[in-house]
């Protein structure tokens, strides 16, 4: 039998195309950009360089974080090349400020936030930095994903309150924290406080009690067209004012 050794370069381009996406886009980069010509092209296209996922899902459902080798060779070599072209990234929240610092990311709207916890997005969001900023003025989607509960619903419900009422660009939010199966909740104690939304239209949130979701639900988020929640307790007499219901639903 006549064995043939089929080089990379050999392959169509079509193929090669298939590769890549098996591959994947951030492992696709950091392996071709800058290899030759013909194949730093293919890394580069927009569907390669349109959304960047820095996070891995092992099969027992454990988050992968990238290296501090491969994160170096991104933030130096690769997203500076590639920055004009990102418009999602999936980020670990500890790498999160080496790579939103790495470069300016003029079309970037999507986030998602792998290994949340709310102290650090909080600390992040009040420094007013650059990272504020992109947050505050062109991140439209917002997605958190934590592998287990790490934070009370004290400091969940004080990071969701800060995107409310300071990200008003956000359409949609996420804050249903994913694969945890011991979930955070948000409960607003103090209801005097104000807040509200012309442009979100989706919210995917967990809360204490069915007075929490009806504060969430009274017309200040006036935009507001899908709504999936969580409600850890319902008291009988949250459901006695059958007419605010009513209303809050007919509304939204």
Same mark, same amino acid.
């Given at each position: ?30 392996? &071709? &950009? ?24 092992? $099969? ?126 948000? $409960? ?7 807040? $509200? ?19 969430? &639900? ?13 409600? &850890? ?20």
């Amino acid at each position: 039998m006549n064995c043939r050794t089929v080089h990379l370069l050999d392959l169509r381009d079509e193929i090669l195309l298939i590769l890549l996406k098996k591959l994947g886009s951030v492992d696709a980069l950091y392996s &071709l &950009l800058n290899v030759n010509k013909r194949l730093d092209q293919m890394a580069r296209s927009i569907d390669n360089t349109n959304s960047l996922n820095f996070f891995n899902i092992l $099969s027992n459902d454990q988050f992968l974080s990238m290296n501090n080798v491969q994160l170096d060779g991104f933030c130096n070599e690769i997203l500076p090349q590639i920055h004009h072209n990102i418009a999602a990234l999936t980020l670990d929240i500890f790498s999160m400020e080496r790579i939103l610092l790495a470069c300016k990311y003029p079309n970037l709207t999507v986030i998602v936030l792998t290994n949340f916890l709310p102290d650090i997005l909080l600390q992040r969001l009040r420094d007013r930095s650059s990272i504020a900023l992109l947050f505050y003025q062109q991140i439209r989607h917002l997605t958190v994903k934590s592998e287990k509960e790490m934070f009370t619903s004290q400091s969940f419900t004080a990071v969701c309150l800060y995107i409310l009422i300071f990200c008003q660009n956000l359409s949609y939010l996420n804050m249903n924290q994913w694969l945890i199966t011991t979930h955070s909740y948000f $409960s607003i104690r103090n209801r005097s406080i104000d807040i $509200s939304s012309s442009n979100l239209h989706t919210l995917l949130i967990n809360v204490v009690t069915f007075d929490d979701c009806l504060w969430l &639900l009274d017309g200040r988020l006036g935009q507001l067209r899908s709504f999936t929640v969580r409600v &850890l307790k319902i008291r009988r007499s949250e459901m006695n004012n059958d007419s605010q219901v009513r209303r809050i639903l007919m509304k939204n």
